[in-house]
């Protein structure tokens, strides 16, 4: 069902469903980790300095320096146990949900990050005070159930497979970014306000309850529906007569799922590498490179990473230049940073298509916006500079919702599920790789510049921006995203290179009318089109053939020279 865009948002916000989801989600998860983050930097530290009345009035530089370092490390160890068993949990979850639907991804999800913090919430409490190593066992054990990133993943899949229409489908990821990005606004400045009123240990008990209501939300409001794929699954040689065979053993319908999910998996890699018709192929893993890279970022210099990623340990270091913060400055930052971001998040997508700008457009926007705000954190000795970073990545959020809507005309709308998981495990393998490169940066680099790990993350917006560019100006040539023409069009042209549904195997089987008597002009015409259709169709074809970067230009041609598109 098309939506026209100026009754799209209104649409968008009458019809919420996940976005309530991920809002419980990142509420509860950014306000314990403002709290639960200097608590587990002290609480390393203890772990090498022995008192912890010295590691918050630490007056030593060199000590301090070994503190990072050491904090540094365990970043590294926990998201190693975390990400690693995540990476392979996710990839099952996201062909499970193209599969079966994305209600047990979503609730799984839930699980997963709420083992992962219960661990934490048993080494920082003063009762229990495991040792700090059980993060890690907890950690995997989350990572099994999957991960906090399949949960947004398998939302904005969902929201793809309930939405037809491209225009909509950005403004309702803008949306459902907005209630994530609020969720944090929220979660940082009641940690903010909280932080001289309760403890730690109660700050995560409410995160907690947050999880908790969010899973009783998913379990509540998203269905279980099965998808086309599930039905020619599970119908597939059951209708047929013939003689009843013996019911499959537990093992065989083990075996047999795995081996079904593995197939996705490589269907879902498939989608990504398949040869397609002009750039499209390199258009896909473009744009997989920007939200990985925007993905990666957005967790790496904010509270979301495992433990407070590399951000807090930056924030908190007195010497040097450093900004010496605690849990309040943390929390007002955080959630300044996020209220800007959602701002720019809505306000910019919607603006931004009503002026009719195309999503390649979105994404270099978001990705300078970005970009420039690392770089800037990398230069700040000062809170006041931390606070001008925040407003130059006012547009680093539009990187998502125009990724996915920029992928729906990409693919053809059976690959989209397929798509999307694939994006998801490679925003997980991005995060496991991102978190290692960038802890073991900042821990050798730590002693010479302490920014030397923000200003290579810069250095990657420079590169995937070029790349954008490029992509933004092949697209334009090749009609991607261009409204004046058919939707139904543009899909058909994204099927090039797919196999045939049902129903088009259907209507190729059916036998031709007879055909009605027409004139000699009449005849002729179509004969001509007929020529050129298949002039087309031949170019087409031999596009198939050639290689990542190459252009087929003629393929968009008619034999007026206009676009196809």
């Not at 996940?18 to 989600?25: G, P, S």
């Not at 947050?210 to 279980?224: D, E, G």
């Not at 179509?526 to 170019?539: C, K, Y």
Request: with cysteine.
């Amino acid at each position: 069902m098309a939506v026209p865009l100026k009754g799209s948002v209104v649409f968008a916000i009458k019809h919420i469903s996940v976005e309530l989801i991920v809002f419980f989600v990142y509420l509860g998860y950014i306000f314990g980790n403002t709290f639960q983050s200097p608590a587990v930097y002290y609480r390393i530290c203890r772990i090498y300095m022995g008192d912890d009345g010295y590691c918050r009035s630490m007056s030593d530089r060199d000590e301090e320096l070994m503190v990072q370092q050491h904090n540094a490390e365990w970043s590294l160890y926990n998201s190693l146990a975390f990400m690693t068993p995540a990476l392979v949990a996710d990839c099952i979850l996201g062909a499970y949900g193209d599969k079966f639907g994305w209600k047990l991804p979503i609730m799984l999800g839930i699980l997963g990050v709420t083992i992962a913090e219960f661990g934490y919430l048993l080494t920082l409490s003063t009762s229990v005070n495991t040792p700090f190593w059980t993060t890690l066992v907890f950690g995997f054990a989350s990572g099994v159930s999957g991960s906090i990133s399949i949960i947004p993943v398998a939302c904005n899949a969902f929201l793809a497979e309930i939405t037809e229409d491209s225009d909509l489908l950005t403004v309702r990821a803008a949306l459902f970014s907005a209630f994530q990005t609020m969720a944090s606004v929220f979660g940082g400045f009641a940690a903010a306000l909280l932080y001289q009123s309760i403890s730690v240990i109660v700050a995560m008990d409410i995160e907690l309850f947050f999880f908790v209501v969010a899973m009783v939300f998913a379990m509540w409001r998203i269905p279980q529906r099965p998808t086309p794929a599930m039905a020619s699954f599970s119908s597939s040689g059951n209708d047929s007569i013939g003689p009843r065979q013996s019911k499959p053993s537990a093992c065989q319908k083990f075996v047999s799922f795995f081996t079904s999910i593995w197939e996705l998996f490589k269907a879902g890699l498939h989608t990504y590498v398949k040869r397609r018709v002009g750039h499209r192929r390199a258009f896909l893993i473009v744009t997989l490179l920007a939200y990985t890279l925007a993905y990666t970022t957005s967790i790496e210099t904010t509270s979301e990473g495992i433990a407070g990623g590399i951000i807090n340990a930056y924030v908190l270091r007195k010497y040097d230049h450093g900004l010496g913060w605690d849990v309040d400055n943390l929390g007002f930052w955080n959630g300044a940073g996020y209220f800007i971001l959602a701002v720019g998040t809505i306000c910019g997508t919607w603006i931004l298509k009503r002026l009719g700008f195309r999503e390649t457009t979105l994404m270099l926007i978001g990705i300078a916006s970005s970009g420039i705000r690392v770089l800037l954190i990398g230069l700040a000795d000062s809170t006041v500079m931390m606070y001008i970073a925040n407003v130059v990545g006012i547009f680093a959020g539009l990187v998502q919702p125009a990724s996915l809507s920029f992928i729906v005309q990409l693919v053809a709308p059976s690959e989209v599920g397929k798509a999307f998981s694939l994006l998801g495990v490679g925003g997980d393998f991005a995060y496991l790789t991102a978190s290692a490169v960038y802890a073991l940066l900042y821990r050798f680099t730590l002693n010479i510049e302490p920014g030397t790990v923000f200003f290579f993350m810069a250095l990657l917006h420079i590169m995937v921006f070029v790349a954008l560019v490029w992509m933004h100006i092949q697209s334009g040539r090749e009609g991607v995203g261009r409204r004046r023409f058919s939707s139904h069009l543009q899909n058909a042209i994204s099927r090039v290179g797919s196999p045939p549904t049902v129903s088009e195997m259907t209507q190729a089987n059916e036998v031709p009318k007879p055909e009605k008597k027409t004139s000699i002009f009449m005849r002729k015409k179509t004969q001509r089109v007929s020529m050129a259709e298949h002039v087309d169709s031949l170019d087409m074809d031999s596009s198939l053939e050639r290689g990542v970067w190459e252009s087929v230009e003629d393929v968009r041609r008619s034999r007026n020279n206009q676009t196809l598109y």
